[in-house]
């Protein structure tokens, strides 16, 4: 059956350093987000796309942060440089038309 | 539902039982709600969804409430099983506002065999 998947499932690196996380969403949903979750924050949507433009992208730090969609099979979202409390596991989930969410397998990312 | 992290509310339930999970939301203008079940180490997953203009859906063994007059939803799960241990969140959203799902803070239901 049709799935979200992201790259990597695990990512450990060191502060300063840039990340990219990648996600595939499933084909044919048009609406794209990524989200993070901290045990302190639970879960928090960072940016959203719709037929690959950004609708909003007010829950991420702009000055690190940036999510980008090449084409509509590819979400890309880049951390430099990275800061230990970036530390926390990244999902992304894709949706049809209607308002159903369907999240990835998320990146577990730890900035030493 | 507001995201506040630490000391999820539990739920421990034997195995047979059935569980009931509560949520609270807060915008009266939300008119869609989702459940999603979070197993460890999984990304959540999509369970039962309700609009607004209904007040109870049903699916296989699990049923969603909701009542918008106190901003309350619920899921029962019939029959509860040790695989429905996981973290269960609620989450809502407005129309106009697609997209900006609100997560509550989530609850950690444990199944006893």
């Known amino acids: 059956d049709a799935r979200v998947t992201q790259t990597p499932r695990h990512k450990v690196t060191e502060m300063g350093q840039e990340v990219t996380m990648r996600c595939q969403p499933i084909?044919?949903?048009?609406?794209v987000f990524w989200y993070r979750q901290t045990m302190m924050q639970g879960l928090e949507l960072l940016a959203y796309f719709r037929n690959r433009a950004p609708l909003d992208d007010s829950g991420m730090p702009k000055d690190r942060f940036s999510a980008e969609m090449p084409d509509a099979t590819l979400a890309t979202l880049k951390i430099q440089p990275s800061e230990p409390r970036d530390s926390a596991v990244y999902f992304c989930a894709s949706g049809p038309l209607t308002d159903t969410q369907y999240f990835g397998p998320g990146t577990r990312l730890t900035v030493l | 539902g507001e995201s506040v992290g630490l000391h999820l509310p539990t739920l421990s339930v034997q195995e047979g039982d059935n569980s009931i999970i509560n949520c609270a939301y807060s915008n009266s203008a939300s008119d869609y709600f989702i459940w999603y079940k979070q197993e460890s180490g999984k990304g959540p997953q999509f369970i039962i969804d309700?609009?607004?203009?209904?007040d109870k859906r049903q699916g296989q063994r699990v049923t969603v409430l909701l009542n918008k007059t106190v901003k309350h939803l619920s899921l029962q799960i019939a029959a509860t099983q040790p695989g429905d241990s996981a973290v269960y969140f609620c989450?809502?959203?407005?129309?106009?506002?697609?997209?900006?799902?609100?997560f509550g803070q989530g609850t950690i239901l444990t199944v006893h065999p």
């Open positions: 309700i609009r607004s203009n209904m």
């Open positions: 989450a809502d959203t407005r129309g106009t506002s697609y997209g900006k799902l609100t």
């Open positions: 084909l044919g949903h048009n609406t």
